[in-house]
């Protein structure tokens, strides 16, 4: 299968990478098109006020490679209509570093907007996440973005996992569907971790920027939120939490349904 990908954390991500490689050794054909530098949590952002750059990028990854100094959706917008030599069959945004679940990081996630760009193109849109605990995702960016090994070998298998359910998910969907999958991997994710569908629990993120600084400033402060979900609905932060895929369909086209 023909496969744009993207991402948020950048063209830099060994999470990125380990996808693309397990695509390759799966038979696929992936293009990537990846923003310079981090864009984590921006959402559906596009660079209104400025002229967006991109160019050819070598890191080994063994396929055709650019990067866009701009945002996840700059990045799909552009290769769709200026970089790849023909249109993909899907747009695959990840494996990003963290969770991407319940409706208070979906909505604003940069991963999960790169793949609802793909569908607002007409394509399968399909968004991938590792979840990390907490410590593990402070030592991953003390350590840069270099995963320790018991990481590297979790992320190794989700990417197996991704580059299985990812195509299969985008050769079921409808061309303009307006269906994004956003699919995310428990850590740890083993090889007989099993996929379930699940809806997005129901989190309020309140209190997300520090007090006034005697600057002027506040700084993000990262929580997970308050999850409000109804007892009884298999939300994808509880099959996270129980040691499953968590595999959740947006229907963008029952938006405002009566």
Known sequence: MRL?????????????????????????E????????????????????????????????????????????DCVNI??????????????????????????????????????EGALHGLPGIALSQSLTIPAYERLKLAGGEPEPELRAVLRMSAAHAARIAPALAAETPAQSF????????????????????????VMIPGLFSPQAEDGTHRLVFNLGEDLSPEGLLTDRAALDAGFISHTVLDFSKLGSI
């Not at 954390?9 to 390759?24: K, P, Q, T, W, Y």
């Not at 596009?46 to 063994?62: A, Q």
């Not at 995310?184 to 379930?196: E, L």
Request: with cysteine; charged share 15%.
């Open 79 to 116: 290769a769709i209509d200026h970089l790849l030599p023909c249109r993909p069959e899907a747009v695959l945004s990840g494996i990003n570093m963290g969770l991407n679940a319940s409706l208070g990081f979906i909505l604003g996630s940069g991963t999960v907007a790169g793949a609802c």
């Open 30 to 73: 992936p293009h990537v098109v990846a923003p310079k530098a981090e864009q984590s949590w921006i959402g559906a952002a596009k660079s209104r006020l400025r002229p967006v750059h991109s160019r050819r990028f070598e890191c080994g990854l063994g396929c055709p490679t650019w990067t866009v100094d701009g945002t996840p959706c």
């Open 4 to 28: 744009l990908v993207t991402n948020d954390d950048g063209i830099e991500s060994v999470f990125l990478h380990e996808l693309v490689r397990a695509l390759l050794a799966a038979g696929h």
């Open 179 to 202: 269906i994004v999958h956003n699919v995310n991997f428990p850590y740890p994710c083993g090889a007989d971790a099993q996929v379930r569908r699940t809806v997005p629990a129901r």
